[in-house]
């Protein structure tokens, strides 16, 4: 019995300890009643601040922040039910849990106060230990709130620094996509035997797509259009490095050199300082391939185009057919298939020679035209590629591609934004007339 009694006095101290810091708010207009809450509250281990109707409870509740309000139901000036009310009106006052003590104990008046915004309801006359756990059930649900409402700030600054985040990613992708159409090359022809149209539009603000055409020497262009695998930034900078390895300024890229005999697979109509597209594909393939850290394939069209004879040399990797654009408007695929760039390391790339008449054009494109889908959910298909192109043969070619955009992206996909980028490169040879 000692035993048990001591223990109970340990923990009856613990609960008065713990409750130290804080004050009950006792709104009472009863002088004995309010000496008789106040006595039981400080042996608790409360502080007690008194009130005698609810006027004078929010003038103090103004003052100070009481987390704990017991209140008498009837008082004069202003009610118990009529202070809850004036509470849970006011979010300034912080909630407080607020006790109703009335001296009827009917369904109707426990409706009526907790409708008003009351916690908890304790009927007069209550013991002692009655109104300590009462307390002590609003202490543990004040912290529970606390805890709520501490978890919601954590949660609300976490969304903000996402939000911040989120908002600098978009700003960083913003500018990388107007500077990756920045690198793409404008339309305008290195030689004046040959006219340049292209398309290009992002699924998203960044592509895996990209082109270009260039001089090699005074009489042959270059020029590829390529497609990396995926979307989004890694696609980008894959497609980003390709390009720049592509390009006639890098020192150490695969059009340097000269063609390797030991690799060719067809006669050669290109002189000994250009690299045959078949070979340009085979270096770009073991460089992908060994590279450890690329988990991307691409695929493309390299060509090489002799703008004096239109003879002219081009090498497809899983890339969609290219597209010969006669005078007769009739169209012609290129190509064979071939394996993505970065996919095999065993993979072999096989030439494809062409020739491109006087006002004939070669049309390279992305799979992102011929497979967006309509609102059917129908392809655009390639031979609804090839009617457009056969259409707009006899208009000039900047504004034919202009069309085919058109129409595409109005069109067909209603500008709604499309599965994947798309991009379209074409190269006419110019007529003696022009």
């Known amino acids: 019995m000692q035993i048990a009694a001591a223990t109970a006095r340990s923990r009856s101290t613990l609960k008065i300890s713990a409750m130290q810091t804080e004050t009950v708010l006792v709104v009472e207009d009863s002088q004995s009643e309010q000496l008789r809450m106040s006595a039981m509250l400080q042996g608790f281990g409360y502080r007690v601040a008194t009130a005698e109707n609810g006027q004078q409870a929010l003038e103090i509740l103004r003052r100070k922040a009481i987390r704990l309000v017991v209140s008498d139901w009837r008082m004069p000036a202003m009610t118990g039910i009529d202070l809850c009310r004036a509470l849970r009106d006011d979010p300034t006052f912080g909630q407080p849990y607020v006790i109703l003590v009335t001296g009827q104990n009917t369904k109707t008046d426990l409706v009526a106060g907790m409708d008003a915004g009351a916690d908890d309801f304790i009927a007069k006359p209550f013991s002692s230990e009655e109104l300590r756990v009462r307390l002590q059930a609003g202490m543990r649900i004040l912290g529970l709130r606390r805890k709520s409402e501490q978890r919601s700030l954590q949660l609300a600054d976490a969304l903000s620094r996402e939000a911040e985040a989120n908002r600098m ?102 002189p000994e300082h250009i690299v045959p597209p078949d070979q340009v594909l085979h270096w770009l393939n073991r460089h992908f391939v060994e590279t450890d850290d690329c988990t991307h394939y691409l695929t493309m069209v390299y060509g090489v185009l002799n703008i004096e004879t239109g003879a002219g040399e081009l090498c497809q990797a899983g890339h969609p057919h290219p597209l010969i654009v006669e005078n007769q408007r009739r169209v012609k695929k290129l190509g064979t298939g071939g394996f993505p760039v970065g996919m095999l390391a065993e993979a072999t790339y096989e030439p494809v020679l062409f020739h491109l008449g006087e006002g004939e054009r070669l049309v390279l494109y992305s799979d992102g035209i011929t497979e967006s889908r309509g609102e059917d959910g129908s392809p655009f298909g390639t031979q609804r590629l090839a009617n457009l192109l056969g259409q707009i043969h006899d208009r000039e070619l900047s504004e034919g591609i202009t069309q085919i955009g058109i129409q595409l992206l109005q069109g067909w996909l209603r500008d709604t934004p499309g599965e994947d980028d798309i991009s379209l490169l074409a190269i006419e040879r110019r007529t003696a007339a022009h």
């Open 169 to 270: 990613i978009r700003r960083d992708l913003a500018l990388a996509a107007r500077m990756q159409r920045e690198f793409l090359p404008a339309p305008v022809s290195p030689f004046p035997q040959i006219d340049i149209g292209t398309l290009f539009h992002a699924a998203s603000m960044v592509a895996g797509d990209g082109y270009n055409f260039f001089r090699l020497d005074e009489h042959h262009l270059g020029f590829f259009l390529i497609d990396v695998a995926g979307h989004g930034v890694a696609a980008a900078m894959l497609s980003f490095a390709v390009s720049r390895l592509l390009s006639p300024e890098y020192t150490t890229g695969p059009l340097r050199g000269h063609a390797d005999d030991a690799l060719s697979q067809t006669s050669r109509l290109l």
